[in-house]
């Protein structure tokens, strides 16, 4: 097991560096897959293993799509960086070991795996959460085999919306990806409400933030720019609709036990008027800042592709308009039309 265990140590020292080299990036997300998928028994053609797990608040997907997050390569890269980051942060205000709550494993404990291969288990331990059995087996399967069962307090194969947890208050960084871009169907919101009402104030949230931007997008403008074209040349933030940090428990009310639909954000949106003739879409960003500086910038991900809102909105007809944000079995945006000229 020790070439694994090197393999995920130059594996986390790549995902570390400052800059993105895309053909070493992609060369080490395969060296990555091939390492779990050798040391895992799944079949991910098979039925149940595509089977999501659909819940009050949104859904769990299912092993065979929480196994193909790992190939979303800058996704994939700036989380575990950041998680990294977050640890070297906490190592230099305290000498005890740093306990991440990973929520939403799925199969492979993908964001750890290069952590535990890093650092010594006096300096991290963890507790994961995985509500898909399938993926949950796997995932305690793979910890095992290579050698990093000393590193984890807990595995709970247990809902990270309901979940009580056993030593909140020994908790240093919570750990969560379980989005899609728009924030839509998936329960990152629910999971982190939860955790954050039983984990330290100052807990580390990862991601760091997470909001959603509602903007007018040129979108030949954002096919075309380049590594150096600003961001406004593009694109008109017109109103941050949400964000969610580590203060989310505090600032939004969430009932984790009710079906029925939360709105927990509402925002009117003005067009204006002078600006309209440079932009042909509004859209719904996500930015995502995973910890610090490290940021995934739209189109970099899966997770940060802008939604186009052309069938809600149509620039030639449409003057205001009112956008929500809401948890229910299918959370996500909401647009109502407020006024049409
Ligand atoms: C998008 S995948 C990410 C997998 C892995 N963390 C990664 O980064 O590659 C999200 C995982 O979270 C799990 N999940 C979703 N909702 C959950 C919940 N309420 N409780 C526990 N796990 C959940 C899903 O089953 C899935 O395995």
Redesign the pocket.
């Known amino acids: 097991m020790s070439n694994s265990i090197s393999t995920l140590q130059e594996i986390g020292r790549i995902f570390q560096k400052e800059e993105n080299n895309f053909a070493e990036l992609s060369n080490t997300i395969s060296i990555f897959k091939n390492l779990v998928n050798e040391l895992s028994t799944l079949d991910l053609e098979n039925e149940t293993a595509r089977k999501s ?1 659909f ?1 009050t608040n ?1 859904k ?2 299912g ?1 065979t799509w ?1 196994a193909l ?2 190939d979303d390569v800058l996704r ?1 890269k700036m ?1 575990i960086k950041g998680v990294f980051k977050a640890i070297e942060q906490l190592r230099k205000k305290s000498t005890k070991p740093i306990h991440i709550l ?10 750890l795996l290069p952590i535990f291969a890093s650092f010594t288990t006096e300096e991290v331990q963890a507790t994961v ?4 059995t399938e ?1 949950f087996e796997n995932m305690k399967r793979l910890i095992n085999k290579l050698g990093f069962d000393q590193y984890i307090l807990s595995y709970e194969n ?4 309901t979940i009580r947890l056993k030593n909140p208050e020994t908790i240093d960084i919570v750990l969560s ?3 899609q871009c728009g924030l839509i169907k ?2 990152q919101i ?2 982190t409400f939860n955790l954050l009402q039983q984990v330290p104030e100052n807990t580390i949230l990862i991601p760091q933030s997470l909001a959603l931007d509602i903007c007018l997008l040129n979108y030949a403008g954002l096919k075309n720019r380049t590594e150096n074209t600003p961001e406004e040349s593009f694109c008109s933030v017109l109103e941050r609709v949400i964000e969610i940090t580590n203060k989310a428990a505090t600032q939004f009310q969430l009932d984790l036990n009710t079906s029925a639909t939360q709105i927990l954000a509402q925002k009117q949106i003005m067009l204006p008027m002078d600006k309209m003739s440079l932009y042909d879409n509004v859209a719904l960003l996500t930015r995502i800042t995973v910890f610090e500086n490290e940021k995934i910038a739209i189109n970099e991900s899966g997770l940060t592709i802008p939604i186009l809102l052309k069938k809600e909105i149509d620039l030639k007809t449409t003057q205001k308009f009112t956008i929500q944000y809401k948890i229910d079995k299918q959370p996500g945006y909401i647009i109502l039309k407020d006024e049409i000229m």
């Open positions: 797990l819940l949104g769990a997907l092993t929480a997050c790992l994939t989380f990973y929520a939403g494993t799925g199969p492979y404990a993908t964001l959460i995985e509500i898909n993926s247990e809902d990270a919306t990806e379980t989005l998936e329960q629910p999971i």
